[in-house]
């Protein structure tokens, strides 16, 4: 036990070190804020006139869960910068000179981006609630959200994390950051049901991690929510992926040091 112990608190440690970034400027968590509440009043109220979008109920209860995913990706697919900037700052040497496993950095970082995408639930959550939508505050419901939002952060940061190994630079990770953002969050069910996908869309919406996120929050964030895929099989693909892409991650970490 005492290697698994130590290789946890190693992941704690990194996590802890991220987390203290957020501690010393809140202010980022009320910027945050403005983006899903854009899209929540604005976006939402006008597709909201569109009759049958949302398989005949509200739309606006169909939209709050996949603007609650789109929250935590667009935090979370940026975060690959801040390995950059850490590199700059010798930080990353540091990392690269400790006794810790690479996963175990890795994770530590994916698990930081967890926590920041909790805080963006918080908000949405709120925004909800007085917009009128049926959110579930079910114990078991909430617990089941949290767990998504960390899995799903965990991934995309990691996704990011690689994207920021290959291409090593600040501004060449900002144009590839905008490039991928956007087509992942189109291609996913957050603001439109599969169904009325053509049907090559339909195939990426399928290979899409976002659209099994989007689904489990849909059904546990929505009073009455129902899946598509079953709960079971959303959180397999999301921690597969998030597996995978740790793996991978942990072995191109070390070259962004080069």
Same mark, same amino acid.
């Given at each position: 036990?005492a290697p698994i112990a130590g290789y946890i608190t190693q992941v704690y440690?990194?996590?802890?070190?991220?987390?203290?970034? #957020?501690?010393?400027?809140?202010?980022?968590?009320?910027?945050?804020?403005?983006?899903?509440?854009?899209?929540?009043?604005?976006?939402?109220q006008v597709m909201a006139q569109v009759r049958g979008i949302a398989d005949?109920?509200?739309?606006?209860?169909?939209? $709050?869960?996949?603007?609650?995913?789109?929250?935590?990706?667009?935090?979370?697919?940026?975060?690959?910068?801040?390995?950059?900037?850490?590199?700059?700052?010798?930080? #990353?040497?540091?990392?690269?000179?400790?006794?810790?496993?690479?996963?175990?950095?890795?994770?530590?970082?994916?698990?930081?981006?967890?926590?920041?995408?909790?805080?963006?639930?918080?908000?949405?959550?709120?925004?909800?609630?007085?917009?009128?939508?049926?959110?579930?505050?079910?114990?078991?419901?909430?617990?089941?959200?949290?767990?998504?939002?960390?899995?799903?952060?965990?991934?995309?940061?990691?996704?990011? #994390?690689?994207?920021?190994?290959?291409?090593?630079?600040?501004?060449?990770?900002?144009?590839?950051?905008?490039?991928?953002?956007?087509?992942?969050?189109?291609?996913?069910?957050?603001?439109?049901?599969?169904?009325?996908?053509?049907?090559?869309?339909?195939?990426?919406?399928?290979?899409?991690?976002?659209?099994?996120?989007?689904?489990?929050?849909?059904?546990?964030?929505?009073?009455?929510?129902?899946t598509k895929y079953g709960l079971g099989f959303d959180y397999a693909v999301?921690?597969?992926?998030?597996?995978?892409?740790?793996?991978?991650? $942990?072995?191109?970490?070390?070259?962004?040091?080069?």
């Amino acid at each position: 036990m005492a290697p698994i112990a130590g290789y946890i608190t190693q992941v704690y440690a990194v996590a802890d070190a991220e987390i203290q970034k #957020l501690r010393h400027d809140p202010s980022e968590l009320l910027t945050r804020a403005l983006q899903p509440a854009i899209w929540l009043l604005l976006f939402g109220q006008v597709m909201a006139q569109v009759r049958g979008i949302a398989d005949g109920g509200r739309y606006l209860d169909f939209l $709050a869960p996949g603007i609650l995913a789109q929250s935590v990706l667009f935090a979370a697919i940026f975060y690959g910068i801040a390995a950059i900037w850490e590199r700059d700052l010798g930080v #990353l040497h540091r990392y690269m000179v400790s006794p810790a496993p690479r996963s175990a950095l890795v994770l530590g970082k994916a698990g930081s981006s967890g926590v920041r995408g909790l805080s963006q639930a918080v908000i949405v959550y709120g925004l909800a609630v007085l917009m009128g939508i049926d959110v579930s505050f079910a114990p078991a419901h909430i617990a089941g959200v949290a767990l998504f939002i960390a899995i799903g952060s965990a991934l995309f940061s990691t996704f990011s #994390l690689i994207i920021a190994c290959i291409v090593k630079t600040r501004e060449r990770f900002m144009g590839i950051g905008q490039v991928l953002t956007m087509p992942i969050f189109f291609a996913s069910n957050a603001i439109y049901p599969i169904e009325l996908m053509p049907g090559w869309l339909k195939a990426i919406s399928s290979a899409n991690p976002l659209t099994y996120e989007v689904d489990g929050l849909r059904t546990l964030m929505l009073t009455g929510g129902t899946t598509k895929y079953g709960l079971g099989f959303d959180y397999a693909v999301l921690i597969a992926v998030t597996a995978g892409l740790v793996a991978i991650a $942990a072995r191109m970490y070390p070259r962004l040091t080069g």
